[in-house]
Nanobody, 124 residues
């Protein structure tokens, strides 16, 4: 079982990036999916966004609401985080996460599966 996150990079403030997370070893249909991030100076991961099993419901942290969009493609076993209007404070390592029982933005675990993280750096 593996989650492979990709799409991070260096971008100027106001720019966009799209993160992807592809799962192998299991299918996404029965999993709630999400993204967390950890800024360099922070010890704790921050919940950013969650999408329900069927993709009907989405949830966002206040810090990214209106700028980030989560989506999933179960046929491709992949989910995404479209990040627009990026700000320097969005700089962090971004982690994808999956759990059959659900996710909470306020809770960093324990969850079934975590990706390895992809780095996003936003310059001012």
């Amino acid at each position: 079982v593996q989650l492979q996150a990709s799409g991070g990079g260096l971008v100027q403030a106001g720019g966009s990036l799209r993160l992807s997370c592809t799962a192998s070893g299991f299918t996404l249909d029965d999993y709630v999916l999400g993204w967390f991030r950890q800024a360099p100076e922070k010890k704790k991961r921050e919940g950013i966004s969650i999408i329900s099993k069927r993709g009907i419901s989405t949830y966002y942290a206040d810090s990214v609401k209106g700028r980030f969009t989560i989506s999933r493609d179960n046929a491709k076993n992949t989910w995404y985080l479209q990040m627009d209007n990026l700000k320097p404070e969005d700089t962090a390592d971004y982690f994808c996460v999956a759990d059959r029982n659900g996710l909470l933005l306020e809770l960093t675990g324990p969850y079934h599966y975590w990706g390895q993280g992809t780095q996003v750096t936003v310059s001012s």
